[in-house]
């Protein structure tokens, strides 16, 4: 049933703006598998690129390069969470 209702609980991960890539897509599929629904918010609702970091052994300093891309689910501020664990934006 494609439209069926999600009781999973939810789980809310934060992003922003330059947000790690591993530091986000993990938990996002690990909770997943662990049966709980993830919840993308930020401060607007639009695209946020992700970066990724690299840094070898010796560095002293830290290599950036662009990773993903995602989409939060709800602004961070129309997020609430409802009883039974649902996650919908405020009304």
Request: with cysteine; hydrophobic share 35%.
């Amino acid at each position: 049933m494609p439209n069926a209702p999600d009781n999973r609980p939810c789980v809310l991960i934060v992003v922003g703006d330059a947000t790690e890539t591993v530091d986000t897509l993990y938990p996002f599929f690990r909770l997943q598998e662990a049966g709980f629904r993830p919840v993308v918010i930020a401060p607007e609702k639009r695209t946020y690129q992700m970066v990724l970091h690299e840094v070898r052994p010796g560095w002293t300093i830290t290599r950036e390069w662009e990773g993903y891309q995602i989409s939060p689910h709800h602004p961070v501020f129309l997020c609430r969470e409802q009883a039974g664990g649902q996650c919908l934006p405020r009304r």
